[in-house]
């Protein structure tokens, strides 16, 4: 565990940052290695079909991490106050809570996945195996619902590095499981979406297992749901889960877009997304181990720390930022062509259309470390609306937008890529009024409730 109350500020958010970055990037290969593998040992088609599903299930995940997010203020706060006895009863309320909501999401995306890519106007060439590879990794998603819980409320308390090393092995597990199944037993999509849900499964047995025996305060011995935590709980956590929900459903809005494009499209941006996702993971990270930092101190009454760790985060942040958009403009044909069967008929629009994508977002990469910063200041604060307002703002026009440069402009696919810095520059230029102004003054849970 890892008190941020002391000690030198910016050494302990890049301390804590690094392990969660390694863990995010090792996460977000879960989803880069099936997309490779599919791509290259299967084809464009399986890729786009991946592609799709995988984001209804972030859409169908969203509400529950958002909780999950929203629950790990509470306990940093909790944390930061030496209030202990909230702390766990925080913990027994949210895993009672959110077992039972992943139920219900588990089984409506089940049975509605053929119709939510209907509606999402999937190619028929694509939906078979896109409905295949979503009900498997819904049949399984308590897994990693269980999973980003755990880690969510272990960094709360300080922990990044614990989690991260059970990620690791898991991640080779998922890789070694995928190359297997589709390669060696050439299972296609099904193979892919089988040693993910095992990987995952893996993951969470690994963690509660480390957390029962290591972590005391988050052994709970016995199921309590307390009333009120669990208002506290979504007071935090439902702006978040609303946040990425409209988040998610914006990003679906745009996949409908790109489905209107053709396959070729829709393959070529799944891979630029996933290049630019595990790009811009540094930048995340620090933006959550921030959010930890902020909200202990603030929880603790030392608000000229928390600010002064927001600052020099903020430096941090943009100079990351500026180095990975100088790789990927240098590096970006290289990148988009490990997830292409470059024999394979098509290979070479495919690899057009997301090396456009990649080349226009990734320029712009400074203005996303900008958004990030204030936003784990604010969440780390417990600004909860407005940590969910920003965001929303963003993707929203960042939908509004593409739709705009398409049909009145007539531009294509890089219309998808054009909105995203203009979001990320209206979101950031709202997000420093609202700071400079200090409208996210007296947020803190624990100062209202315990007169700190």
């Not at 702006?239 to 914006?250: C, I, K, R, T, W």
């Amino acid at each position: 565990m890892r008190d941020f109350t002391s000690g030198n500020a910016t050494k302990q958010i890049l301390l804590f940052a690094i392990p969660m970055l390694i863990g995010n990037i090792f996460q977000q290969v879960y989803s880069m290695v099936d997309a490779a593998v599919v791509g290259r040992y299967v084809g464009g088609l399986a890729l786009a079909s991946v592609g799709v599903a995988m984001n209804v299930l972030v859409f169908l995940l969203s509400a529950v991490i958002g909780l999950t997010t929203g629950a790990s203020v509470v306990i940093a706060q909790y944390y930061g106050a030496k209030r202990y006895d909230k702390l766990e009863r925080t913990v027994s309320t949210s895993i009672i809570f959110l077992a039972g909501l992943s139920l219900v999401i588990i089984v409506l995306g089940i049975a509605l996945s053929p119709t939510i890519l209907l509606l999402l106007n999937a190619s028929e060439d694509i939906i078979e195996d896109a409905v295949l590879y979503m009900r498997i990794l819904m049949a399984g998603m308590l897994f990693p619902i269980f999973y980003n819980m755990y880690t969510a409320y272990l960094r709360a308390l300080g922990d990044s590095r614990s989690s991260l090393l059970i990620l690791i092995c898991c991640t080779i597990l998922n890789t070694g499981l995928d190359l297997l199944f589709v390669i060696e037993f050439h299972m296609g999509v099904l193979g892919a979406a089988v040693a993910t849900v095992i990987a995952q499964a893996v993951s969470m047995g690994l963690c509660y297992i480390y957390t029962q025996r290591r972590v005391p305060l988050l052994r709970i011995k016995k199921l309590v749901f307390d009333k009120e935590l669990f208002r506290a709980i979504l007071k935090y956590g439902t702006p978040a889960a609303v946040q990425l929900s409209v988040v998610s459903f914006a990003t679906l809005t745009i996949t409908r877009l790109i489905n209107s494009f053709g396959t070729a499209a829709i393959a070529g941006i799944t891979a630029s997304t996933k290049i630019d996702q595990l790009a811009i993971m540094p930048v995340s990270s620090v933006s959550m181990a921030l959010s930890t930092f902020v909200a202990q101190n603030m929880g603790a009454g030392k608000e000229d720390r928390a600010i002064k760790g927001f600052r020099s985060s903020l430096i941090l942040m943009i100079a990351v930022a500026v180095c990975i958009s100088s790789i990927l403009v240098a590096f970006g044909p290289w990148f988009v062509s490990m997830f292409l069967n470059e024999s394979e008929a098509g290979s070479e629009a495919i690899l057009q259309v997301g090396l456009k994508y990649l080349n226009i977002i990734s320029v712009f990469y400074f203005l996303f470390a900008v958004l990030f910063s204030f936003n784990g200041f604010f969440r780390g604060v417990g600004d909860a609306i407005i940590t969910m307002a920003f965001p929303i703002f963003s993707l929203t026009t960042r939908a509004v937008t593409a739709h705009m440069l398409v049909d009145w402009a007539g531009m294509g696919p890089e219309a998808l890529a054009w909105s995203i810095p203009i979001g990320w520059s209206l979101s950031s230029l709202a997000s420093w009024i609202y700071y400079k102004k200090r409208l996210w003054v007296g947020k803190v849970i624990v100062s209202a409730e315990e007169n700190v």
